[in-house]
């Protein structure tokens, strides 16, 4: 019974300290992220102004646009 006080005790300081680790590194990540779609977004967005195409996608385009905006062919 002892050891299964500790063992969860443990195990909740461990979570705590992942769920600590994960948020500075997911705010991390994000702000990578964030920027890079931006970019990607606006490369795809300057690439596809050149072309036409058909599908709904045309419509929704802007220069912070989708980070699909390079797959949209």
């Given at each position: 019974?002892h ?8 195990l ?10 994960l ?23 300057k ?6 195409n058909?599908?709904?996608?045309g419509m929704?385009?802007?220069p ?10």
């Amino acid at each position: 019974m002892h050891f299964d006080f500790l063992s969860q005790y443990s195990l909740f300081f461990f979570f705590l300290f992942i769920q600590l680790h994960l948020k500075i590194w997911g705010k991390i990540v994000q702000r990578t992220l964030n920027s890079f779609n931006i970019l990607v977004g606006f490369l795809g967005w300057k690439f596809n102004r050149k072309r036409t195409n058909n599908n709904n996608m045309g419509m929704m385009k802007s220069p912070l646009g989708s980070q699909f905006g390079l797959l949209n062919v």
